[in-house]
């Protein structure tokens, strides 16, 4: 079956510190992967996404970089955190235009 | 600019009442258009979608939603209002022919509250 999995569910991180975000997939080969920040009071917004391995778009100039070093695995990542980095970042993968999204990880920055 | 609005931030409905969420979208051409809900706490979770056929498309938990191309909206109804619709609803857009990025843009999201 096809399932994606986010880690962690909750993060508190103080500013300054690195971040890592990881998303797997199973069940499919090549999709499209997604990363999605909704902040507080504000919509999802795509941040990056990736038609390949190695393959980076960003949407929105921003803190935060995004790597996929294989197929079915995407991070998310940052060298220093602000706080307007806080957030509910949500994973994503698409075959065509069937979308499947992670639980989330929601992203506290004290 | 090609955007996705929903024009409503808060909503508040009587338990039993009917619903409407209101989306609007702004693209050169008609997009895939889709509805999530979000429960507090939780990821996503699709209602229905719309590609091409009949502009009323039947979805999950008893939601329906109307494409209407000469207005370009896309708004999710239902008959009557369960407290446990109470969510944050969204609107979505992809382009068709996108390539191969296949990008879902998000309108902002409508909170539902439901009263007893």
């Known amino acids: 079956s096809q399932t994606i999995h986010q880690w962690p569910a909750t993060l508190v991180q103080p500013v300054g510190s690195p971040l890592s975000l990881e998303c797997t997939v199973e069940g499919t080969s090549n999709p499209n992967l997604y990363w999605y920040r909704q902040a507080a009071g504000r919509g999802l917004q795509l941040l990056f996404y990736s038609v390949g391995i190695g393959q980076i778009s960003s949407e929105v100039p921003q803190n935060l970089s995004a790597s996929r070093p294989q197929d079915r695995q995407f991070i998310l990542s940052s060298k220093k955190l602000l706080l307007s980095d806080s957030g509910f970042y949500l994973c994503?993968?698409?075959?065509?235009?069937?979308?499947?999204f992670g639980s989330g990880t929601r992203l506290t920055v004290v | 600019a090609q955007s996705v609005t929903q024009p409503d931030i808060h909503i508040t409905v009587s338990e039993g009442a009917s619903l409407e969420l209101r989306c609007n979208y702004s693209?050169?051409?008609?997009?895939?258009l889709f509805w999530y809900v979000q429960s507090p706490g939780q990821g996503l979770q699709l209602l229905l979608k719309y590609f091409s056929g009949d502009t009323l498309v039947q979805g999950i938990k008893g939601f329906e939603a109307e494409f209407k191309r000469s207005q370009s909206s896309f708004n999710l109804r239902k008959p009557s209002v369960h407290w446990s619709d109470a969510a944050e609803y969204f609107c979505?857009?992809?382009?068709?022919?996108?390539?191969?990025?296949?990008?879902?843009?998000f309108g902002t999201g409508t909170l539902l509250a439901v009263q007893p």
């Open positions: 693209y050169g051409a008609t997009p895939y």
């Open positions: 994503a993968w698409s075959v065509q235009y069937g979308y499947t």
């Open positions: 979505a857009v992809a382009l068709r022919g996108g390539g191969a990025t296949n990008k879902l843009i």
